[in-house]
């Protein structure tokens, strides 16, 4: 995100661009399919504020119940910090889970998998392209 966006400025978050060639493109897309099950961006938002989230990354999901004030980080704050830094961090948020999007291109990358793998990954990773030469006996 941006340092100098404002706090009613929409979240974007950047995309996540994987390559490679050969083998590195198989390794690649492997990677693009654990980063998009197991990749989870936790932001802690503030209630009162209001931001909508928006951009390239994918709301994974907003919990309902993930109302939290930050008790041993608010202890920490106040030791380090002081009063007046500890106090901000009191206002209740709201917990959103977000996953970044990601793009994949690869270059002469054998085919990855089996059919359960494919339709797992093309649920997950849309974003993919596969370069390829016709007639290379190795793609």
Same mark, same amino acid.
């Given at each position: 995100?941006?340092?100098?966006?404002?706090?009613?400025?929409? @979240?974007?978050?950047?995309?996540?661009?994987?390559?490679?060639?050969?083998?590195?493109?198989?390794? %690649?897309?492997? @990677?693009? !399919?654990?980063? %998009? #099950?197991?990749?989870?961006?936790?932001?802690?938002?503030?209630?009162?504020?209001?931001?909508?989230?928006?951009?390239?990354?994918?709301?994974?999901?907003? #919990?309902?119940?993930?109302?939290?004030?930050?008790?041993?980080?608010?202890? %920490? $704050?106040? =030791?380090?910090?002081?009063?007046? @830094?500890?106090? $901000?961090?009191?206002?209740?948020?709201?917990?959103?889970?977000?996953?970044? %999007? @990601?793009?994949?291109?690869?270059?002469?990358?054998?085919?990855?998998?089996? !059919?359960?793998?494919?339709?797992?990954?093309?649920?997950?990773?849309?974003?993919?392209?596969?370069?390829?030469?016709?007639?290379?006996? =190795?793609?």
């Amino acid at each position: 995100s941006n340092r100098n966006s404002s706090p009613g400025e929409p @979240l974007t978050l950047p995309k996540i661009y994987l390559t490679g060639h050969s083998l590195g493109g198989c390794l %690649a897309q492997i @990677l693009a !399919l654990d980063l %998009a #099950s197991n990749c989870e961006i936790n932001i802690h938002q503030p209630i009162s504020e209001g931001t909508i989230v928006e951009g390239l990354g994918v709301p994974a999901c907003t #919990s309902k119940d993930s109302f939290s004030v930050h008790s041993m980080e608010e202890e %920490a $704050s106040r =030791i380090w910090f002081g009063e007046s @830094l500890a106090q $901000s961090r009191n206002t209740p948020t709201k917990l959103m889970r977000l996953r970044p %999007a @990601l793009a994949v291109y690869t270059y002469g990358q054998p085919r990855v998998g089996n !059919l359960a793998f494919k339709t797992v990954y093309k649920s997950r990773v849309p974003h993919t392209f596969r370069v390829i030469t016709e007639g290379d006996a =190795i793609t």
